[in-house]
């Protein structure tokens, strides 16, 4: 007797992954131990000035070293990363090297570098050749890369549960990516201690990636509606399904409870601090299956193409958007127009974000009313005019919108250009 599967046109397969998580206070002091694991000698530390000034980095070395693990600290990770930044940092690394693995420390942006330094110094070929299409080749990964343990020390871009890494191509003023399972870290180790001294406004700033990572990948495309893939084509994002949606929605429930009290008393509150580390890492766990669409595709010319706008409690040598700031800023309206895609997700998105919010008579805008009091209460700059554009920005950012197609794609309802023209116009004041 054989079974024979019928000829299928529509999607019925969604992937998920995630790595290993150790979580809680005190969990930084344990790195040692499980790098042991890996039978590695020479290690590699990545991580910025700043958090190597305030000595995470040197006691993870100083655990290392315990094991019998010999390692060394880079620091010239670059806030918001760039090409040139990662080319240089791979450039540190491969002359230094070579490495047994490989351990992130800092916020998005050095776990980001860790993971282009770990690609990189495993295989041949050039930062471009991986990076997404249509800006590089999109080459796979011929095999397994290193091991990498990622520390976060902000609560906000998951980047220690993810499989891909942000940054900026300086030449076409535009952020991409690298998107592959193999980039995922072999470990995630949060401990929510490292995270009390962040100043209010990166906390806000970070916390609002977290609630656009959940949203979005909540709001997404639905994995179903898809038209049916080879295994050979299979992406990273593979649009909501039932596993995402059970960590964004708890996500979701977290940030409802904790967001504004990290933000306005976060250097004594280790409850709300570990619940936003948690928030980010289990949103972290959705969106980097299901994947985000509008809001970060916005966000990508929205930081690459900035004047002069420099964020409180960023370093101040140059001007930047803050990921956080820049996904949330078009977010309200981004949601009114997906919203007749899946009115039922955006509904229970509002809910779980805002319990007690009062239902409005337009139910389109409940979710926009939820997250535009959420960044006015915790100081968020009002849409893209906040950060230096206006509405004669707009025909400007729209192509770098629109060479997101990899994230546009997962839009439940798919953009023109013309959409994406009238949804940033909109968002050049949200209030």
Same mark, same amino acid.
């Given at each position: ?5 019928? *000829? ?9 992954? =995630?790595?290993? &998580? @150790? ?71 491969? =002359? ?29 070929? !050039?930062? %471009? ?7 590089g080749g999109a080459k796979v990964p011929?095999?397994? &890369? @290193? ?12 980047? !220690? ?5 942000? &940054?900026?191509?300086?030449? %076409? ?31 806000? =700033? ?26 050979? *084509? ?27 009290? =990290?933000?306005?008393?976060?250097? *004594?509150?280790?409850?709300a601090r570990s619940d936003m580390m %948690? ?13 985000? +669409?509008?809001? +970060? ?9 900035? @004047? ?11 001007? %930047? ?11 309200? !309206? ?16 509002? !809910? ?41 920005d707009v025909p400007d950012l729209v ?26 116009? @909109? ?5």
């Amino acid at each position: 007797m054989t079974f024979e599967v019928p *000829e299928l046109t529509e999607e019925t397969i969604f992937t998920w992954g =995630a790595p290993p &998580l @150790k979580f809680g206070a005190g969990a930084i002091d344990e790195v040692g131990f499980e790098m042991s694991a890996y039978d590695v000698s020479r290690v590699l530390i990545v991580t910025d000035p700043g958090v190597n000034a305030l000595g995470a980095p040197q006691r993870l070395a100083d655990n290392l070293s315990r094991y019998g693990i010999e390692s060394e600290i880079f620091d010239g990770v670059h806030v918001e990363p760039t090409d040139d930044s990662m080319n240089k940092a791979t450039e540190y690394a491969r =002359a230094q090297g070579p490495w047994d693995g490989f351990v992130a420390v800092g916020g998005g942006s050095a776990i980001d570098t860790a993971k282009a330094i770990n690609l990189l110094t495993s295989h041949p070929g !050039e930062l %471009m050749d991986y990076i997404n299409k249509p800006i590089g080749g999109a080459k796979v990964p011929p095999g397994q &890369l @290193k091991p990498l343990i990622a520390v976060p020390t902000t609560a906000g871009t998951g980047s !220690e549960s993810t499989a891909m890494c942000v &940054l900026d191509i300086l030449s %076409m003023k535009v952020k991409t990516g690298i998107s592959h399972w193999r980039l995922r870290p072999t470990l995630a180790v949060i401990d929510p201690l490292l995270t009390m001294t962040l100043p209010p406004q990166v906390t806000a =700033a970070a916390g609002m990636d977290i609630t656009c990572h959940a949203v979005e990948s909540y709001t997404a495309r639905y994995y179903t509606t898809f038209d049916r893939k080879k295994p050979e *084509e299979r992406v990273t994002y593979c649009g909501s399904n039932p596993v995402s949606d059970l960590w964004c929605e708890k996500a979701m429930s977290l940030l409802a409870k904790s967001f504004r009290t =990290a933000v306005e008393r976060g250097a *004594e509150d280790v409850g709300a601090r570990s619940d936003m580390m %948690m928030a980010a890492t289990f949103a972290g766990m959705g969106f980097g299956n299901s994947g985000v +669409h509008i809001p +970060h595709a916005n966000a990508y010319p929205i930081a690459g193409m900035v @004047k002069d706008y420099r964020p409180q409690g960023y370093p101040q040598d140059e001007a %930047m958007v803050p990921h956080g700031e820049s996904v949330s800023l078009t977010a309200p !309206e981004a949601f009114r127009f997906s919203f007749d895609s899946a009115p039922e997700r955006h509904l229970r998105a509002a !809910e779980l974000m805002d319990p007690r919010a009062d239902k409005v008579n337009d139910p389109r805008e409940q979710l926009p009313g939820v997250l535009t009091r959420l960044m006015r209460d915790i100081g968020i700059p009002n849409g893209i005019g906040g950060v230096g554009y206006t509405e004669a920005d707009v025909p400007d950012l729209v192509p770098g919108t629109m060479k997101q197609q990899r994230l546009l794609a997962t839009c439940p309802r798919t953009p023109t250009e013309d959409d994406i023209a009238d949804i940033l116009t @909109k968002s050049v004041e949200n209030w």
